[in-house]
Nanobody
């Protein structure tokens, strides 16, 4: 099982930036497919960005061009650089790593390990 711990959340004004970090420990080979998700109060959890085994990436339409997912494999750290933040980006952000998935990293995930989350608040 992979242990995940997020950091870097906080409160920022509209247009500002934050960088989230997620430190992974455990079996590192399972950290090669990872992602960031978020959940706002009263809303369902949604995918924000994923990074695959060959460092290819995918993003939700709502964050394309503003967020960048990346990682440092040597340190087992996943990042989410968030720029031009908007009030609608306010949510609890979670990093996640699937224990298995259907086909490729960007398809449906099976059992998934989650971090405890870090709160991002964007004020207008």
């Amino acid at each position: 099982q992979v242990q995940l711990g997020e950091s870097g959340g906080g409160s920022v004004q509209t247009g500002g930036s934050l960088r989230l970090s997620c430190r992974a420990s455990g079996y590192s080979y399972r950290t090669y497919c990872m992602g960031w998700f978020r959940q706002a109060p009263g809303k369902e959890r949604e995918g924000v960005a994923r990074i695959g085994t060959d460092d290819t990436t995918t993003y939700a339409d709502s964050v394309k061009g503003r967020f960048i997912i990346s990682r440092d494999n040597a340190k087992n750290i996943l990042y989410l650089q968030m720029n031009t933040l908007k009030p609608e980006d306010t949510a609890m952000y979670y990093c996640a790593a699937p224990q298995w998935y259907y086909g490729i990293c960007f398809s449906r995930w099976g059992d998934t390990d989650w971090g405890q989350g870090t709160q991002v608040t964007v004020t207008s």
